[in-house]
């Protein structure tokens, strides 16, 4: 969720471990191309965000201002066009892709659409334009979100509020939340179908941890595009939450330090990095893969292709994966509380609610950094530093290993580390702080992983003990004065997969239990019934039915042996979906999440699993809504969307900051090479490897 009010400051983390880190010995045969002409998915530089904000102003299509810019992106050349860029860069000189950038901005109480040819930045020029007519609003900017903030100090009745709490208003903060859509709610109210925010304050005196000190009760409506309170109310008042025991920055608690001591580790790598950067192409040991950022996803991976030892060639697994939103209703249906149902990536934008990571703690010594640029509502390019770390993780794991002792005589052991590169952000969306990691494998698995840290939405109460608790409190009391209120995270992927090549079937193989009619004492068994979905209707799986092995394959493509190329989907434990009625306004607006697995004919407008629009949007635009064409998705360009789910019922522990919970799902090859590509790796001992400064146990 969603308030932007100030820094989180960083807490020191000692590593835990001594790490020795090996250059990875796979063997790459393509060496990095020197490209002649910039990757035609890199982001869009400061000078193209510069010149497209430059061409709408300029334009005669907006006419109205003031302009804010809310949304400045890549818009994709064609997919065929990458692709043929991809597959042979250096004859790509004749052939220049056009840089084209999709601006969505707001002017006259309107959601204005112009994609800018910015491919000379010198003479950018608007090549379509559209007024937005459909239901919702593009995400807040963060000078709108200051500006509104600004408000409520303002304003009489909430002044008197505060005073009425007796508190000083030195003391108060506010944060704008977005506010979801219900239905007629906004009948005959002063903001009927505008853009607005609903405001939350905080006491901000005594503690960084302003969510622990909610001002219970009270209610503003900001209007966005007028920037003035359009509604008020102030219901109840709760006592504030104290201040002692919601700290959180080392400076402020200590020292004495007593939490538990780990010793200091370091991480060497006395042979260099094992990957290159060749711009955003990223290169490491059999992987290829670009690195974008987008300011609404993110981090986005293009293009991931794996170099095949025993075919002598690269080939094609992932054309685009990157976070499309993350949902996160809130489960108390009072006044202050019922419109809290997040959309944190459409709403809010996770590539501007990422900061730059903290060298040796965000990631380790051994990481690289990348910047990114995003455009702010003048349109001015905005740099951040270190967004994006990319680095190679041995963490003591095994990749694969065997002790034979069948021989008692002739013992074999042989082992491989589970050495692996990581591409990693951190989107902090108010009080939500979201560890995106895109982890590559040698074996072919790429590994999403989603950490959730920072600090809960809490509620002020007036229960300081669970004994005086006679209602449904809609949460945990994680303090004295304190709910965590019961949610939960919705974490949506596009992942538009190319196994192999561009013509993809989704396979679902069910596990069924079967009864033995041998001649063997055996009764029962279980066998895979196989089905492949032909259309958008079968591509659609919720996985708490039946055991199932779900396969991206590429039908035109078999083994030497037989079988169909491909790759499996491995959920990981947070399989959880929506509990909420279907006819409940926020399910309506997310209804993909009842479903963790959708599959869709690629389609290069289908990117926001929540709208284009999810600010208040209504549904009418979302994966689910588009999946009601059917339309076919057999041995065509699918894309998969994957939702990680979590229901979160908070505990003391997640207090006063929450420690990290991690979801994942792989992507892991399957029937894709003809054997295990790690079987010719070298065995760790080689060289200075061996090489340890831990000494013995203290
Ligand atoms: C985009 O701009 C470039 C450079 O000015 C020009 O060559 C190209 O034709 C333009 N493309 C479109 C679609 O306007
Ligand atoms: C409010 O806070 C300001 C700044 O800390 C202080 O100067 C002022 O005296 C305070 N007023 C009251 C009524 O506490
Ligand atoms: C592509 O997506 C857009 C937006 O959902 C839709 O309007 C259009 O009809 C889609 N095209 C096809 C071929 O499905
Ligand atoms: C060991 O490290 C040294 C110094 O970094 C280097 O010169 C030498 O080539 C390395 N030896 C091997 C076998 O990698
Ligand atoms: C191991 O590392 C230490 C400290 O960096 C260095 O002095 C020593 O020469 C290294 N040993 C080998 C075998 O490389
Ligand atoms: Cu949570």
Not at 69 to 89: Q, T
Not at 94 to 111: H, K, Y
Not at 171 to 179: D, W
Not at 278 to 298: I, K, L, P, Q, T
């Amino acid at each position: 969720m969603a308030t932007k009010m100030m820094p989180l400051l960083s807490v020191l983390l000692p590593i835990a471990l001594a790490i020795l880190l090996l250059a990875t010995s796979v063997t790459v045969a393509n060496a990095a191309s020197s490209h002649s002409h910039p990757h035609p998915l890199n982001s869009l530089s400061a000078a193209e965000l510069k010149a497209a904000s430059a061409a709408v102003h300029a334009s005669s299509f907006v006419k109205a201002r003031p302009i804010t810019i809310h949304y400045v992106g890549l818009d994709e050349p064609d997919k065929a066009d990458v692709l043929s860029y991809a597959s042979n860069p250096a004859a790509s000189s004749t052939t220049i892709l056009p840089r084209r950038a999709l601006v969505i901005a707001r002017a006259g109480g309107e959601s204005h659409e112009l994609i800018v040819n910015v491919t000379d930045i010198s003479a950018p020029s608007v090549v379509s334009y559209a007024i937005h007519r459909g239901a919702g609003f593009p995400a807040f900017t963060v000078e709108e979100q200051a500006a509104a903030s600004a408000l409520p100090p303002t304003y009489p009745p909430f002044v008197e509020s505060v005073r009425r709490r007796g508190l000083n208003l030195s003391e108060v903060g506010c944060g704008s939340l977005s506010k979801g859509w219900f239905g007629g709610e906004d009948e005959g109210t002063a903001w009927r179908g505008a853009r607005v925010a609903k405001m939350q304050c905080f006491v901000v005196s005594g503690t960084a941890n302003l969510y622990a000190r909610p001002l219970a009760g009270v209610t503003l409506v900001v209007d966005m595009d007028q920037m003035a309170v359009v509604g008020y109310r102030d219901r109840v008042v709760q006592p504030v939450p104290k201040a002692e025991g919601t700290e959180y920055r080392a400076d402020k608690i200590g020292p004495p330090f007593t939490g538990p001591a780990v010793a200091p580790g370091v991480v060497v790598q006395p042979e260099g990095k094992g990957f290159r950067m060749d711009g955003n192409v990223v290169s490491w040991a059999n992987w290829e893969f670009h690195v974008g950022f987008d300011m609404r996803a993110g981090t986005v991976i293009s293009s991931a292709t794996i170099h095949d030892a025993d075919a002598g060639l690269r080939r094609r697994v992932l054309y685009r994966g990157f976070v499309s939103d993350v949902f996160v209703p809130y489960m108390d249906p009072a006044e202050e509380w019922y419109f809290r149902t997040f959309m944190d990536a459409g709403e809010y934008n996770f590539g501007i609610s990422a900061f730059p990571l903290q060298p040796g703690s965000d990631c380790p010594a051994n990481a690289a950094y990348l910047d990114a640029y995003y455009a702010n509502q003048d349109g001015e390019p905005v740099k951040v530093d270190n967004v994006i770390c990319v680095f190679e993780r041995y963490a003591g794991d095994v990749a694969w290993r065997h002790t034979e002792a069948s021989l008692p005589n002739q013992i074999v052991t042989e082992v491989r580390p589970d050495v692996t590169l990581v591409v990693r952000m951190v989107a902090s969306t108010g009080n939500y702080d979201y560890i995106l990691d895109w982890e590559f494998k040698t074996t072919g698995t790429i590994k999403f992983v989603a950490s959730l840290t920072g600090i809960l939405a809490m509620q002020a109460t007036s229960y300081t003990h669970t004994d005086q608790i006679k209602e449904d409190a809609h949460g945990t009391l994680v303090a004295e004065n304190t709910l965590g209120i019961y949610h939960d995270h919705f974490i949506t992927c596009h992942l538009d997969l190319d196994v192999d090549g561009t013509k993809n079937s989704f396979v679902k193989n069910s596990l069924t239990p079967m009864r033995n009619t041998g001649d063997t004492p055996r009764r029962s068994y279980w066998t895979l019934r196989r089905e492949v979905a032909e259309t958008e209707s079968d591509g659609q799986v919720k996985l708490d039915d039946a055991p199932r092995v779900l396969l991206f394959v590429n039908p035109s493509k078999k083994t030497k042996i037989g079988n169909e190329i491909g790759y499996r989907l491995l959920p990981g434990g947070a399989t959880a979906t929506s509990l909420l009625d279907d006819d409940d306004y926020p399910q309506r607006r997310a209804s993909y999440t009842k479903k963790q697995v959708w599959v869709t004919p690629y389609n290069r407008s289908e990117k926001w699993v929540s709208g284009r629009y999810a600010q208040q949007s209504t549904g009418e635009d979302n994966l689910a809504a588009w999946t009601k064409k059917n339309r076919q998705i057999k041995d065509e360009d699918i894309v998969l969307w994957y939702t990680l789910g979590l229901h979160h019922v908070p505990c003391q522990e997640d207090f006063p900051v929450m420690p990290s919970l991690s979801a994942t799902f792989e992507l892991r090859p399957f029937n894709f090479f003809e054997s295990n590509q790690l079987i010719r790796t070298r065995p760790p001992g080689h060289g200075n490897s061996t090489n340890c400064s831990c000494g013995g146990v203290g």
